[in-house]
T-cell receptor, first 108, second 113 residues
């Protein structure tokens, strides 16, 4: 089993839709979690950290479920510019491990 | 404020040649990570340093790969000899702590023919 797993997608959604991604992790001792966004042929960039109580940044909401060992990212009112690959990152024994990424394509 | 700086941006070389990738982390960051990204395998952690000391190199594919961090502002990843299957984008990233997010460089796109 991989240490961090994501549904690779692609997710094809219309503008304005709400879309959710999940990411599961294997190590229950993991302490810190992040969501990154990667555009084609670019480096990954931090989208948001994930806090235990859940956190929101505009249209984006991140949540952590320690009992089931997953994190989620919710995008509301999706825009064309949200099209990208979304990567979850889990700190496992001080190593920052990436999921394989979920591709999102927002269509007009 | 300069981010993580990698060089070269692109490298094309022939099989068997030595390749050296370079990285300058963000000043003040004490952890540095090298990743490799391919379509098939995604982002793989190769090695990471803490305070210039290699902590975990279990992701380094084989003895042909080596990494050094002689000081807090410079790291290299070397492949000798290179093979076509090493073709990938190599990213360097730095962070100020285990609970802090990573900041990536622009990456080096390596093609081995």
């Amino acid at each position: 089993r991989k240490e961090v797993e994501q549904d690779p997608g692609p997710f094809n959604v219309p503008e304005g839709a709400t879309v959710a991604f999940n990411c599961t992790y294997s190590n229950s001792a993991s302490q810190s979690f992040f969501w990154y966004r990667q555009d084609c042929r670019k480096e990954p960039k931090l989208l948001m950290s994930v806090y235990s109580s859940g956190n929101e940044d505009g249209r984006f909401t991140a949540q952590l479920n320690r009992a089931s060992q997953y994190i989620s990212l919710l995008i509301r009112d999706s825009k064309l510019s949200d099209s990208a690959t979304y990567l979850c990152v889990v700190n496992i024994k001080r190593k920052l491990i990436f999921g394989q990424g979920t591709e999102l394509s927002v269509k007009p | 404020d300069a981010g993580v700086i990698q060089s070269p941006r692109h490298e094309v070389t022939e099989m068997g040649q030595e390749v050296t990738l370079r990285c300058k982390p963000i000043s003040g960051h004490n952890s540095l990570f090298w990743y490799r990204q391919t379509m098939m395998r995604g982002l793989e952690l190769l090695i990471y340093f803490n305070n210039n000391v290699p902590i975990d190199d279990s992701g380094m594919p084989e003895d042909r790969f080596s990494a050094k961090m002689p000081n807090a502002s410079f790291s290299t990843l070397k492949i000798q000899p290179s093979e076509p299957r090493d073709s990938a984008v190599y990213f360097c990233a730095s962070t100020s702590g285990a609970a802090s997010p990573l900041h990536f460089g622009n990456g080096t796109r390596l093609t081995v023919t």
